[in-house]
């Protein structure tokens, strides 16, 4: 089928035995119903009429057992949930080391600097030590 809009040839492809792949704005065969779109793919999955709701229930069932064939064994899943906490405690108290040690350096340059340098004359200390 050629589709005037686009100019580009819409076609049909077959699914298996009986189903069929439709893209947008091809012909879908009249008593055929559709049981499944993939959205990645922009395709449509046609089946004829009592078959379609079979057809997507076993797409349904097949996709379940899958997800549960390939899902984490409950241990590992909580090995793997310890792993991650204690991670991100690891890694907090890494960050709050951090700051810490960053303060304490700041706080103790500023005590040397305030150590090291002389009274100018226009101190308050050096002063009140001239008043007396």
């Known amino acids: 089928m050629y589709e005037q809009r686009t100019g580009k040839i819409q076609q049909m492809k077959r699914r298996g035995i009986v189903g069929r792949e439709v893209t947008f704005g091809a012909p879908i065969p009249r008593g055929w119903r559709m049981s499944w779109y993939e959205p990645q793919r922009r395709v449509a999955v046609y089946f004829p009429m009592p078959l379609h709701w079979l057809a997507g229930a076993v797409r349904g069932i097949v996709w379940r057992i899958s997800i549960m064939w390939n899902a984490a064994r ?9 792993q991650r906490k204690f991670r991100e405690r690891q890694r907090l108290a890494e960050e709050y080391a951090a700051g810490y040690l960053v303060g304490w350096h700041e706080c103790l340059a500023a005590c ?3 150590l090291e340098c ?3 004359s226009g101190n308050l200390h050096s002063k009140m030590k001239r008043e007396n």
Do not use: T
């Open 74 to 82: 409950r241990e590992r899943h909580e090995s793997q949930e310890m």
């Open 112 to 114: 040397l600097e305030a």
């Open 118 to 120: 002389k009274p100018q």
